[in-house]
C-alpha cells in the first residue's frame, strides 16, 4: 500500500513569515497528490490537487505545491501566512485502486502574531 | 448544496452499548467514504461506497463495526458492542467519481465512549 510521511507534526512561525510543509510518498509511479486543510472542529477541505501536468500547482488561499517526482515529494508552500491560517494540513496521496486516499499523520501550522 | 451532513455531532455512550452514526452525501455524488481519526492513529479510511455498494472494508476494525447504504442519500456506521478505544471522531466524505475528485468531508461525529 501506498504511504505518505510528513515530516514535521508542527511548524510555528510568524505572520507574513513564508512557510513549507513537506510532505514524501512512497511510490514513484503515476499517483494523484493532495493537501487538506483542517480548521479546529470542522472537517478536511481541499487546498489544492496535482494530476497532471505542471508540477507547479496553486490552490486556494495563496497556498501552492510542487510536484517532484525523482524525489517523490510535494511540499505545500505559502509565501505570507496570515494567523487564519493556523490549521492542520494533511498531505494525500491516491491508492493502487484509484479510489482511496492514504493520508499522512498531518502537520499543525502555528501562525503567531 | 448543504454539503456533506453528519449526525450526531457528539455521542457519548457507556461501554457496551450500541452506537449509530448517519450521513448524508452530496447529491449526485456516487462515492461515500468513512474514516476514524485519533490522535495515535490520524486519519483512517474504514469503509467506502460505490453506488450504494461496498468496495473496499478492509480498514474496519473488527467485526464489531458494520456499515450500510441503503440508498444514494443515506449511509450508517454502526458499532455494536461499543468500547472505549472506539472513542474517536468519524467523517463522512462523498465525492463525484472517487480517486482523482475531490471528497467533501462532513463536519464529523466526536464519539466518546465511557
Known amino acids: 500500500a501506498q504511504s505518505v510521511t510528513q515530516l514535521d507534526s508542527q511548524v510555528p512561525v510568524f505572520e507574513e513569515a513564508p512557510v513549507e510543509l513537506r510532505c514524501n510518498y512512497s511510490s514513484s509511479v503515476s499517483v494523484y497528490l493532495f493537501w487538506y486543510v483542517q480548521y479546529p472542529n470542522q472537517g478536511l477541505q481541499l487546498l489544492l490537487k496535482y494530476l497532471s501536468g505542471s508540477t507547479l500547482v496553486k490552490g486556494i488561499n495563496g497556498f501552492e505545491a510542487e510536484f517532484n517526482k525523482s524525489q517523490t515529494s510535494f511540499h505545500l508552500r505559502k509565501p505570507s501566512v496570515h494567523i487564519s491560517d493556523t490549521a492542520e494540513y494533511f498531505c494525500?496521496?491516491?491508492?493502487?485502486?484509484?479510489?482511496?486516499?492514504?493520508f499522512g499523520a498531518g502537520t499543525i501550522l502555528r501562525v503567531k502574531s | 448544496d448543504a454539503g456533506v451532513i453528519q449526525s450526531p455531532r457528539h455521542e457519548v455512550t457507556e461501554m457496551g452499548q450500541e452506537v449509530t452514526l448517519r450521513c448524508k452525501p452530496i447529491?449526485?455524488?456516487?462515492?461515500l467514504f468513512w474514516y476514524r481519526q485519533t490522535m495515535m492513529r490520524g486519519l483512517e479510511l474504514l469503509i467506502y461506497f460505490n453506488n450504494n455498494v461496498p468496495i473496499d472494508d478492509s480498514g474496519m476494525p473488527e467485526d464489531r463495526f458494520s456499515a450500510k447504504m441503503p440508498n444514494a442519500s443515506f449511509s450508517t456506521l454502526k458499532i455494536q458492542p461499543s468500547e472505549p478505544r472506539d472513542s474517536a471522531v468519524y467523517f463522512c466524505?462523498?465525492?463525484?467519481?472517487?480517486?482523482?475528485?475531490?471528497?467533501?468531508f462532513g463536519p464529523g461525529t466526536r464519539l466518546t465512549v465511557t
Open positions: 447529491s449526485g455524488h456516487d462515492y
Open positions: 494525500a496521496v491516491s491508492d493502487w485502486d484509484g479510489n482511496k486516499l492514504v
Open positions: 466524505a462523498s465525492s463525484l467519481f472517487g480517486g482523482a475528485y475531490e471528497q467533501y
